[in-house]
């Protein structure tokens, strides 16, 4: 049998409701995939939108990198944070004249390591620089030091998910989206051996939207007006893949959907 390495990853962290998601959720998916790294979407950490050096710093107790997407500017403080935070990742294809890192190589206690890469698409969101081409380098570089690469493709269009998906089938391990904080059930192994999944979900309160007030939400759906959303609170509700990879050839071996949901 190959030598394996196990990988969990956490859908977007809406505010402290998915912080206190986290807390309880993963050590029961711990227990049960023993994953060798846990990988989060931390941009929304911070009161449902942007992350601080606080937040980061605890998140970092329970994973190993943090990813993100067009969210991770909006705390000012985040900015510095991410300068000295190697593992707070900002997705690749922004100007390289913008703080941060988007790729980053973990490694663990016995060896094994892992990339990770985060991108943003472009479809309905900011015009960044080419996600495609981005990735194409940035894997590149990735596999000099480790065929196992986790990509969290940061995106609103599901076309563009599943494009980047089949775009590096057979050069990453896998290729799991975020941004839409809702579990799609669509996770399969493509031909080349890339898992993928178009959007992991998030890990926030149960009884939202999308992580959300709902009250906020319908608000502003019934009338049109700007409204200022916070974090709901009320359940528990996470979800997560986890996906075991060959250690030698980076081929993704199988693949999990996880959604844990709990009331208080």
Known sequence: MPAKTGVLFIGDIMGRPGRHALRVALPKLRAKYAPHFVVANGENSAGGIGITEEIGRDLFALVDVLTSGNHVWDKKEAVPYMEKEPRLLRPANYPAVNPGRGTYV??????????VLSLQG????EPLDCPFRTADAAVAALRKQTPCILVDVHAEATSEKQALGWHLDGKVS??????????TADGHILPGGTAYLSDAGMAGARHSVIGMRREQALEKFLTGRPVRF????????LSAVYVEIDSETGRALSMAQEIFTEEE
């Not at 974090?231 to 528990?236: E, M, S, T």
């Open 230 to 237: 916070e974090p709901a609170a009320g359940g528990i509700f």
């Open 174 to 183: 896998a290729v799991i989206g975020t941004h839409t904080h809702v579990p």
């Open 122 to 125: 472009r479809v309905f969101m």
């Open 106 to 115: 973990a490694e663990g206690p016995d060896g094994r390591k892992l990339g």
